[in-house]
């Protein structure tokens, strides 16, 4: 298994290199000696590794005529430079003739349990029970790529990049025309190169080794260390195989030498790939604490640039940087890593002594750097903040002067260089703009959030707000505890249309506009009861039996067909859910004077004929009283028996409160 894995890392690809990959489209034809008897027959048909860790996925597909169990099968994967691992094992599954599997969800979110990269150069391959390879895909790495990967005809077509969202679980079609073929890689590939010691003494030789590896079509022909000293080229010295690495000796040189060395591997291809480092001979011991800042982070490019902000070098060897808190999985920094006083070190993402884990554009990130004894450095936080994580696009973010504690966006980054000649954004940053409610309505006020920063420290934020047109009011919005999350509200606008707003710094400006629209309020005016008429007290009651609140402007009672007795204005306000007012007949209110918006006309009687209705603002009925007898009632009143859906009866008056749940007929 060891052999395989050694054989399948040599098949990692180089971006850097791709303009040397030849024109073959990938069909995987190549003679295999572990080859599996399942290969043809199981395939890998459909590779997602774009967007969310849960929407990625592998679609496997039975090519043959048979079902094929996949008990002991293994999806293995690797990104460029790292070891395979086992993604997914299958066990009591089954894949039937000419169907599909889709493995879904990397990173334990689903059925895998590594990543799935859509962007970096990639191995996906199949082994069944015996470590026998049944399939292999490998792509190269482009950081820009928005496509996925798919076989063309299903089964045993070629593999081209395909559009999304793809076609999981379904057949991939057949290719009309305008797709890109994946083709063969065919250049050496250089991993691990290392250099021992790190900081070598006068007295002192160095090992340099790196893992050299080539496609299984090709044959290395030649793996050369080139070197200089002082700037001075050397004679080149061959690399002999020892232990799964190519290694050579460079001999002891003088103290205060700089040696810069470049690994050149060539295959029978023609096909060369090279990788370089260097080393600075010194008798004196090195620091290896002090002020290092992780000082800018470009996302489209996956580089990371660390600045000294000492006055003297620092030896970083040992040292760790880890990912959004992911203490399991650090990268350590090679023996003998520096970074002069006042200077920069540059990392980019897969390449020698620099990590394997990612930094997304769109997600946000979080990086913390430790020194040997595991002691925080330096964090710079763009996954806590989330400043600008919607969409970084090229631009990179950094302090705006180097090591200061005050994170900017710069359209125009300087990495390996000092901040200052970087670009910096002049408006504000606004990033994860939210509003609450979602989709509000025009009896609603609006809380918005959102991400702002400045390339100077923010002393206000106000949210500006126009309703269809009109000039813009400002609400003064309030900092989150990282000053970096905003909050502030937008009163309800009182009826449907436009509400656009945006955001103002101080300094900085104003940002660019967003909006929403207010839909109208639709009101279920049918929960709203005429509950109960009192000739006693001279009072009508209403019931609430809705789940939301009704506003009570425009609805109106009528008395004996004719006559408007009341009508809601803006003073009646709203019933809430459950709850009863009493409009009182004037001069009849109990708290001894009339209060605006309840009050009625007179003629209400328990000793005569009577008719209430009360009906929406659009004089629909929602309920009648027809009272038709003369027959005294007084001391009682007349109730729907129970609350709001029951008939008609006499019982003791309840004004303000649930009627009984049963009465007597009149």
Do not use: H
């Amino acid at each position: 298994m060891k052999k395989l894995f050694y054989i399948l890392a040599g098949l990692l690809l180089t971006m850097a290199l791709s303009g040397c990959v030849k024109d073959e489209i990938y069909t995987d034809n190549t003679p295999d000696p572990e080859d599996s008897p399942l290969k043809g027959k199981l395939v890998l048909n459909e590779i997602n590794g774009q967007g969310a860790d849960a929407d990625k996925y592998i679609e496997l597909y039975n090519n043959s005529a048979e079902d094929i169990s996949l008990a002991g099968i293994a999806i293995y994967y690797n990104n460029m430079g790292s070891d395979p691992k086992a993604t997914w094992t299958g066990s009591t599954q089954t894949i039937q003739a000419g169907k599909y599997l889709v493995l879904q969800g990397t990173k334990g979110t689903g059925d895998m349990t590594t990543g799935l990269s859509g962007t970096q150069g990639i191995t996906v391959q199949i082994l069944d029970a015996a470590g026998l390879r049944v399939d292999i895909l490998q792509v190269g790495q482009d950081l820009t790529r928005t496509t996925e990967y798919a076989r063309i005809p299903d089964g045993s077509g070629a593999w081209y990049f395909a559009p999304l969202p793809g076609t999981k679980g379904i057949t991939n079609g057949t290719n009309s025309g305008g797709l890109e073929p994946i083709t063969r890689p065919d250049t050496p590939e250089i991993t691990g190169i290392s250099k021992t010691p790190g900081l070598p003494g006068s007295a002192e030789s160095v090992t340099v080794a790196a893992v050299v590896t080539t496609p299984e079509q090709t044959d290395l022909t030649s793996v050369v260390l080139k070197w200089n000293l002082n700037a001075t080229a050397q004679s080149d010295i061959t690399m002999t195989l020892n232990s799964g690495s190519y290694t050579a000796v460079i001999a002891p040189q003088a103290n205060g030498s700089t040696v810069t060395f470049t690994v050149r591997a060539t295959n029978s291809a023609g096909k060369s790939a090279e990788k370089s480092d260097s080393y600075v001979v010194t008798d004196a011991p090195m620091p290896t604490t002090g002020q290092v800042y992780i000082n800018e982070c470009d996302p489209a490019n996956k580089k990371w640039e660390l600045f000294n902000a000492e006055t003297y070098t620092i030896n970083i060897g040992g040292w760790s940087m880890t990912k959004d808190n992911d203490a399991a999985a650090p990268f350590i920094f090679a023996d003998g890593t520096t970074i002069a006083a006042g200077q920069y070190l540059v990392l980019t993402q897969n390449e020698t002594n620099s990590p394997t884990f990612g930094m997304s554009q769109t997600k946000g990130f979080k990086y913390d750097l430790f020194n040997a004894a595991s002691v925080t450095v330096s964090t710079l936080d763009n996954f806590g903040n989330n400043i600008l994580n919607d969409n970084m696009g090229a631009n990179t973010i950094g302090r705006i002067t180097d090591g200061s504690n005050l994170l900017a966006t710069f359209s125009t980054g300087s990495i390996g260089a000092n901040n200052n000649t970087g670009v910096a954004l002049t408006s504000p940053v606004v990033a994860k703009v939210g509003k609450t409610p979602g989709a509000p309505t025009s009896s609603e006020s609006v809380t918005v959030t959102a991400n702002i920063s400045y390339k100077e420290a923010i002393t206000g934020v106000n949210l500006l707000y126009s309703f269809d047109g009109s000039s813009f009011t400002a609400v003064a919005m309030t900092a989150g505890a990282n000053n970096i999350t905003y909050s502030g509200a937008i009163p309800a606008k009182g009826s449907a249309g436009t509400v656009t707003y945006k955001f103002s710094t101080t300094p900085g400006g104003e940002s660019g506009t967003y909006s929403y629209t207010a839909t109208a309020v639709v009101i279920d005016y049918s929960q709203l009861a005429l509950n109960e008429v009192d000739g006693n007290s001279k009072g009508v009651e209403l019931y609430n039996n809705g789940s939301t609140a009704i506003p009570l402007s425009g609805v109106s009672l009528t008395k004996d067909n004719t006559d408007t007795w009341w009508t809601g204005s803006g003073a009646s306000g709203s019933i809430a859910p459950g709850a009863y007012v009493v409009i009182y007949q004037t001069g009849f209110n109990p708290g001894g004077s009339d209060v605006d918006g309840f009050i009625g006309a007179s003629g209400i009687s328990m000793k005569k004929a009577l008719k209430f209705e009360l009906k929406d603002p659009g004089a629909n009925s929602l309920g009648i009283l027809d009272r038709t007898g003369t027959t005294d009632y007084t001391g009682q009143s007349f109730q729907r028996c129970p609350n709001a859906t029951g008939d008609w009866k006499v019982a003791a008056p309840t004004n303000g409160a649930k009627n009984p749940d049963s009465g007597t007929a009149f």
